[in-house]
C-alpha cells in the first residue's frame, strides 16, 4: 500500500530564513508526488510535483522540492521565507491504479516569523 | 473559467437532516474527486468519476452517502440522517488526461458542521 509521512506537525521558522517541509513516501512502481499548501477555510493550491527527470523540481510562490530516490523523501524547501508563506503544506503521492487518487499525509502547518 | 467551484461554502445541519454539496469542476475535466478532510489530518479519498461513471468508491462512504455526476458535467454528493462525526471539509477536485502527469485542482470546500 502506498502512504505517505510528514514528521513535523509544525515547522518555524523565521523571515528571510531558508524553510524545509519533510516528506517521505512509500510506493510500489514510479512515485508521483505532489505538494499542495492549504490557506485557512480554503481549499488545496497546487505548488508542484515530481514525475520523472531531475530530482530539483521547481513551483509556484519560489518553492521547489528535491526528490531523493535512495531515502525515499521529498523534502520541500524554500531559500527565503516570507510570512506569507505561514499555511498548512500537504504532500501527496498519487495512487497507481486507474483512479490516479491522492494519498495525503497529516500535513506540515508552517510558521514564519517575522 | 475560474477554476473547480463548491457551493455552498458552509452548512450547519442538524443530525439526521439530509444535506447535500455541489461541485463545478473545470470544463473539459473528465475526472472529479470527491475527498473528506477532518480537522488535524489531510484530505482522505471518498469517490472517484470518470465522466459520468462512478468507478471507485472508498471503505469511507458508508451507505448513507451518495454522489452522482450526471453528463459527466457537475457533481452532487448527499449525506442522508447526518451524524456528528461527518462534520468535516468535503472538497472537490478535478483533473483532465488520461496519465498520471497532470495535476489535480481542488475547489474552496464545503465545511459541514453537524450539530
Known amino acids: 500500500a502506498q502512504s505517505v509521512a510528514q514528521p513535523e506537525d509544525q515547522v518555524n521558522v523565521a523571515e528571510g530564513n531558508p524553510l524545509t517541509v519533510k516528506c517521505t513516501y512509500s510506493?510500489?512502481?514510479?512515485?508521483?508526488l505532489f505538494w499542495y499548501v492549504q490557506y485557512p477555510n480554503r481549499g488545496l493550491q497546487f505548488l508542484l510535483k515530481?514525475?520523472?527527470?531531475?530530482?530539483l523540481v521547481k513551483g509556484s510562490y519560489g518553492f521547489e522540492a528535491e526528490f531523493n530516490k535512495s531515502q525515499t523523501s521529498f523534502h520541500l524547501k524554500k531559500p527565503s521565507a516570507l510570512v506569507s508563506d505561514s499555511a498548512l503544506y500537504f504532500c501527496?503521492?498519487?495512487?497507481?491504479?486507474?483512479?490516479?487518487?491522492?494519498?495525503f499525509g497529516t500535513g506540515t502547518r508552517l510558521k514564519v516569523l517575522a | 473559467d475560474t477554476g473547480v467551484s463548491q457551493d455552498p461554502r458552509h452548512k450547519i445541519t442538524k443530525r439526521g437532516q439530509n444535506v447535500t454539496f455541489r461541485c463545478d469542476p473545470i470544463?473539459?475535466?473528465?475526472?472529479l474527486y470527491w475527498y473528506r478532510q477532518t480537522l488535524g489530518q489531510g484530505p482522505e479519498f471518498l469517490t472517484y468519476?470518470?465522466?459520468?461513471?462512478?468507478?471507485?468508491k472508498s471503505r469511507l462512504l458508508s451507505d448513507r452517502f451518495s454522489a452522482e455526476r450526471p453528463k459527466g458535467s457537475f457533481s452532487t454528493l448527499e449525506i442522508q440522517r447526518t451524524e456528528q462525526g461527518d462534520s468535516a471539509m468535503y472538497l472537490c477536485?478535478?483533473?483532465?488526461?488520461?496519465?498520471?502527469?497532470?495535476?489535480?485542482?481542488f475547489g474552496q470546500g464545503t465545511r459541514l458542521t453537524v450539530v
Open positions: 501527496a503521492v498519487r495512487d497507481n491504479s486507474g483512479t490516479y487518487k491522492y494519498i
Open positions: 510506493v510500489s512502481g514510479n512515485p508521483y
Open positions: 515530481y514525475i520523472t527527470g531531475d530530482n
Open positions: 470544463s473539459e475535466h473528465n475526472r
Open positions: 468519476f470518470q465522466n459520468e461513471a462512478q468507478l471507485e
Open positions: 477536485a478535478s483533473q483532465v488526461g488520461t496519465t498520471q502527469n497532470t495535476e489535480a485542482f
